[in-house]
Structures are given as C-alpha cells and as structure tokens.
C-alpha cells in the first residue's frame, strides 16, 4: 500500500467511536519498534534506520528439513 493509503486508514480510525483500527495501528507501530529494537542489540542497523531497512540487513536463513 502506498503512504497516503495509510494516512486516510489513520484519519478514518481516529474519527471511529470505539478506536478499534486505531488500537491495531497503535498495536503495529509497537510491534514494528520492538522488532527494530531487537534487531539493534542484536547488531543490526542504526539509529534512525527505519524497520525494514533495519530488516533488510539480516541475512537470509539456511534452508532446514523444516524450512525447505
């Protein structure tokens, strides 16, 4: 999706009554923070590196029995 899909999705949600689309964003952006927060004490990305960027560096997994 493009950004200014993303800016009406949160324009809409802010205006709902109960805020449920707007409780998932939130929810998202935490996620996304977290997992960058993870990545960089694991030795991934900088500071100011946005999540998939940060994502992007990791290197691909092995491929496994169970990861074929």
Do not use: F, W
């Not at 935490?30 to 990305?45: F, P, T």
């Amino acid at each position: 999706m493009n950004p200014r899909h993303y800016r009406d999705m949160i324009v809409r949600a802010v205006g709902e009554p109960d805020g449920k689309t707007l409780a998932l964003i939130v929810e998202h952006v935490v996620d996304a923070e977290r997992a960058k927060e993870i990545l960089r004490a694991n030795g991934y990305g900088v500071a100011g590196m946005s999540s998939s960027a940060t994502a992007a560096l990791v290197p691909q997994a092995l491929p496994t029995e169970s990861n074929p």
